[in-house]
């Protein structure tokens, strides 16, 4: 979503409604997909604590519902796994 005038991306790396440069925007967004893809990864790995730093630094770059939900299953899953190691 453009930051300027609220408009929804068009595939484009500049606003079709306002002309805002959404450069910066776009590589922000595609670098927390990929932070979530590796928080994915490393929950199905078996690596709780990387899958819950992961998805947590995909949150604080760009929020998203999934993402949040990520990050919590993945620390709660930590939290369990510790405890099972006591």
């Not at 930051?3 to 079709?16: D, K, L, N, Q, W």
């Not at 959404?22 to 994915?40: F, G, P």
């Amino acid at each position: 979503m453009c930051p300027v005038c609220r408009a929804r991306f068009r595939g484009s790396t500049e606003c079709s409604r306002c002309g805002a440069d959404l450069t910066i925007v776009m590589t922000l967004a595609a670098s927390s997909w990929r932070m979530r893809q590796l928080a994915r990864e490393a929950f199905t790995g078996g690596d709780p604590e990387h899958a819950r730093a992961l998805a947590s630094q995909a949150e604080s770059i760009c929020h998203t519902p999934v993402g949040k939900r990520l990050e919590e299953l993945s620390s709660l899953w930590g939290m369990l796994w510790r405890f099972g190691q006591h």
